[in-house]
């Protein structure tokens, strides 16, 4: 027991129920950035086919809230999460994450701050207030 009354946690998503490695463990951070940085690359390219010669400017973030709100709705995951085998699924065990939370994720996502601050599950702000977990495939 902690001072603070909590139980020990002995691995990230131990308090959630979830295993401590393999499938349907916390996702670890280096996957999930690099989740991230795909789909920021994929999404500026898309946007820069529309927008070629010029740079693709703020379109990007359209392009990118597009392939990251849709997928992660329907599927539970985006195109650059598919590539690093995580995805998002609900906290309540729902098979989908649907529109609203992940309508809410991108948009905590984009002001950035909420999705660096983590908790001991490995969680940051943006899974918590959206009741989702990013988890291994």
Do not use: K, Y
Not at 32 to 56: K, Q, Y
Not at 88 to 108: E, F, K, N, S, Y
């Amino acid at each position: 027991m902690r001072e603070s009354g909590q139980p020990e946690q002995h691995w990230r998503g131990e308090r959630l129920g979830l295993p401590e490695q393999g499938s349907g463990s916390v996702a670890p951070t280096g996957r999930r950035a690099l989740g991230f940085l795909v789909d920021i690359v994929l999404a500026a390219l898309v946007a820069g086919l529309f927008t070629a010669p010029e740079l693709p400017g703020n379109w990007s973030l359209v392009s990118w809230a597009l392939i990251t709100v849709l997928p992660v709705a329907f599927f539970g995951f985006t195109p650059g999460m598919a590539v690093t085998g995580i995805w998002v699924a609900r906290v309540d065990a729902t098979p989908t994450v649907g529109l609203p939370r992940a309508l809410l994720r991108c948009v905590l996502t984009a002001v950035i701050v909420p999705a660096v601050l983590w908790n001991l599950d490995g969680r940051s702000w943006h899974d918590r207030l959206s009741g989702t977990v990013v988890l291994r495939r």
